[in-house]
């Protein structure tokens, strides 16, 4: 009998991410970070491969995130940047965090940091 496995395709579409994430994930949080994505059950010539079951764990992983909710302390260079220029844009605070959250839920393999160098230099040109 076959075993089926979930490879990074399988995790994305699942999470309703793209592939590229998913090792961006895996690379940026190593085994031994504060924070790292489960391991793999199985390695096929270097391809990764996570039992179906595994997925609840690897979504619980993902809403762990740093920023996925997680709030307190001063916010990043980017964001106070951002913020910055949201609001020479007519923005308000609110407004502007609701619109880098909506990025940051299209665009889960960009960093937070990625959206506001991004949207910056969008309003520049």
């Avoid at 309703?16 to 199985?42: C, I, L, Q, T």
């Avoid at 889960?108 to 040109?125: D, K, S, V």
Wanted: charged share 30%; aromatic share 8%; net charge negative.
């Amino acid at each position: 009998m076959t075993e089926r496995y979930l490879g990074v395709l399988g995790i994305g579409e699942a999470l309703g991410v793209s592939r590229h994430a998913v090792h961006k994930w895996r690379s940026r949080y190593p085994a031994d970070s504060a924070h790292p994505f489960p391991e793999p059950d199985v390695e096929i010539d270097g391809t990764p491969g996570w039992r179906p079951d595994r997925l609840t764990e690897i979504t619980e992983w993902r809403n762990g995130l740093p920023g996925r909710g997680a709030g307190g302390g001063r916010p990043t260079a980017a964001r106070q940047e951002y913020l910055k220029e949201a609001a020479a844009r007519g923005m308000d605070r609110d407004e502007a965090l609701r619109a880098l959250a909506t990025l940051a839920e299209e665009f889960p393999e960009m960093t937070e940091p990625e959206i506001c160098a991004w949207l910056i230099g969008h309003w520049r040109r």
